[in-house]
């Protein structure tokens, strides 16, 4: 496992200094065509990297934290979602959602003060919804695409958009960056990042049983769960362009799908723009 | 003395069967109502029972069987997943393909079955109209600690019976996130690449299971 890893790491590296494209990564001969990963050759060799510096590093790591009880590790992650509260407030009051913003903010004060810095969430049971939303969704929403697909290194999966909300303005609406002492700032960082590997922990084997193609399995669900999350949960159906050929592919006819938004997450969103119109979403194109 | 207990055996086998088949037609069952029974049925046995905690995957694979296949298009789903190359395939072919993508998937989701604890289903508002033959169903499984998940179906009616062929987990369709990865394998191999891949796969899965 380890020496597999290093050896991944090692060759990785050296080519993404390089950015030659063609390392150790094994490239599927159409790598590149498709549309909405245009830079897959570079992508492929940097989620190997990733895949390395995984097994190498980050989950021997969770797999430790994963030991510490569980109810520590809940306070844990409920206060690291809770450090996200200022941000989900600002996207969705930036998204034109005013009610789930002020929900956000009473949540925030609630679980900081009553909740011991977010330890515990008993803003959940004044019936105050947790949302998820950062600044790649808010881009979304105002009509965004979300452009080629992006490997970041160690992040994992992104597109040029959701990487402009990570790396250029999520850092500002992250309480994490205000804290003054490096220290602690950083100790805070690794343990956030430490927690939510240990999260996916038990995906991990769900992943590697069922994808043909890890890279491009955990690409697409990327890039549909991003659609969903910029259409809370209901994004409309994208047209399926092999219908049209296949007499006997079922789906003539559209399904009843619910136009406007009635989740429990309640949301003005979907009413909101039409975000990703699937004229135009370059995910459409490709089947 | 036998022969009384052997027709005793045979007649409460044949009222289990007829009284199972009638549950499992459960005729013109609305298709919300369908997805509600059936969800609620699974996380309730797997509540009741002990063992599947402790990661009893044949167990699970048995509960699998006998409550949620029977609503399952797997034909269809196979066939959405391969998408073009479904039309020059053999109905050899088709079979295989089906076959090995109902393995495949039965494999993965009764894994993940046997981490759900003590979980709750909420429905989320549906509307369609009666005509439909074609609807979305969607949910939330609550878990006792953590967020819920959402879990959505895509059902199609079949001669008066509605049959699940797609779902969706966390804004991530099954068969939307197989396409590409089927597609990979086609244009590299043919659609008998993809079948050996798929066969590989399941047999590999099979092997590490016993190891």
Known sequence: MIPTGLRRLLCTGAVLVALGGSGCAT???????????????????????????????????????????EGLRDCFSNAFFNLRGPSTAINNALQGKPTEAASDVGRFFINTTVGLAGCFDPASEFGLERHREDFGQTLGVWGFEPGPFVMLPVL??????????????????????????????????????????????????LINEAALDKYSFIRDGYLQRRR????????????????????????????AEPAEDLTPSGAAGAEMTPAVSPMTDPSVKLH | MPL????????????TLVAGGAHAQAPDAAPDVLVRDL???VLETI???????????????????????PYVDFQKMTQLAVGRGWRNASPEQRAALTREFRTLLVRTYSGALSQVKDHQVQ???YRAQATDTDVLVRTSVVPSRGEPIQLDYRLEKQNSAWKIYDVNVL?????????????????????????????????????????
């Open chain 1, 156 to 205: 994992g999966p992104s597109s040029v958009r959701d990487a402009v909300g990570i790396l250029a303005v999520e850092p500002f609406l992250d309480l994490n960056f205000y804290i003054d002492l490096p220290a602690v700032e950083y100790s805070i960082l690794g343990l956030r990042i430490v927690n939510e590997r240990a999260e996916l922990l038990p995906a991990d084997r």
């Open chain 2, 47 to 69: 509540k009741a029972d002990k063992s599947f905690a402790a990661g009893d995957v044949s167990k699970v694979q048995k509960l699998v069987d006998e409550k949620v296949l």
């Open chain 2, 123 to 125: 429905m989320r508002p």
């Open chain 1, 27 to 69: 490239l599927p001969p159409n790598a590149g065509q498709d549309p909405r990963d245009p830079w897959e050759k570079v992508n492929r060799n940097v989620f190997a990297f990733n895949e390395g510096f995984d097994a190498a590093l980050l989950k021997p790591v969770a797999e430790l934290y994963a030991k510490l009880p």
């Open chain 2, 171 to 211: 804004g991530v369709w099954l068969v939307e996130n197989y396409k590409t990865q089927f597609a990979g394998e086609i244009s590299a191999g043919g659609v008998d690449g993809l079948i050996k891949s798929l066969t590989e796969r399941n047999r590999a899965l099979d092997s590490s299971k016993k190891a």
């Open chain 2, 4 to 15: 009384s207990r052997i027709l005793r055996n045979i007649l409460l086998t044949i009222a």
């Open chain 2, 39 to 41: 969800t609620t049925t």
């Open chain 1, 228 to 255: 969903s999350l910029v259409y809370d949960g209901n994004p409309p159906r994208e047209p399926d362009e092999d219908d049209e050929t296949e007499p006997d592919a079922g789906t003539k006819k559209p399904p």
